[in-house]
């Protein structure tokens, strides 16, 4: 959830469709005391994370679309506010989109979750951890 007036430790990004996973680690967080922005918090809990992405990717017109731009900027300023990055595997595009921003922004950047392949550019992450407890482990 985004508060105007606060800045972050860590902006988690990742799939809306990896919901469960996101909040988990956003509540481990938050249980040790840090700040963080947690994006799939404001929406709504009565569709599945299915149904809502479903929705969201049909939406005509979406560069116009008033509430698509206010995700974005919403996300963006948010980015600005943060210490740190987390990407939480699986991600999409625009998870994928957000790190390169972090990275540009000269934030701390880092992965949780599995990368098998080789992929050159996730030489940007400045910490990898195969798992949300391995990480939340790391912190203490």
Same mark, same amino acid.
Not at 21 to 26: F, I, N, P
């Given at each position: 959830?985004?508060?105007?007036?606060?800045?972050?430790?860590?902006?988690?990004?990742?799939?809306?469709?990896?919901?469960?996973?996101?909040?988990?680690?956003?509540?481990?967080?938050?249980? &040790?005391?840090?700040?963080?922005?947690?994006?799939? !918090? /404001?929406?709504?809990?009565?569709?599945?994370? #299915?149904?809502? *992405? @479903? &929705?969201?990717?049909?939406?005509?017109?979406?560069? !116009? /679309?008033?509430?698509?731009?206010?995700?974005? #900027?919403?996300? *963006? @300023?948010?980015?600005?506010?943060?210490?740190?990055?987390?990407?939480?595997?699986?991600?999409?595009?625009?998870?994928?989109?957000?790190?390169g921003a972090a990275y540009g922004f000269g934030k701390k950047c880092i992965l949780i979750g599995e990368q098998k392949e080789t992929?050159?550019?996730y030489l940007l992450f400045d910490e990898f951890y195969h798992s949300i407890d391995l990480f939340i482990k790391d912190l203490s």
């Amino acid at each position: 959830m985004y508060n105007a007036s606060m800045t972050y430790d860590y902006f988690i990004s990742s799939r809306f469709r990896n919901k469960a996973a996101v909040l988990e680690l956003t509540k481990k967080l938050r249980d &040790k005391g840090k700040r963080v922005y947690c994006f799939v !918090e /404001d929406y709504d809990d009565e569709q599945t994370p #299915e149904e809502y *992405m @479903q &929705k969201f990717e049909s939406i005509p017109n979406w560069r !116009e /679309d008033k509430g698509v731009r206010e995700m974005f #900027e919403k996300d *963006m @300023q948010a980015l600005k506010d943060s210490e740190a990055l987390i990407l939480l595997l699986p991600a999409g595009k625009s998870a994928h989109i957000e790190t390169g921003a972090a990275y540009g922004f000269g934030k701390k950047c880092i992965l949780i979750g599995e990368q098998k392949e080789t992929e050159s550019l996730y030489l940007l992450f400045d910490e990898f951890y195969h798992s949300i407890d391995l990480f939340i482990k790391d912190l203490s």
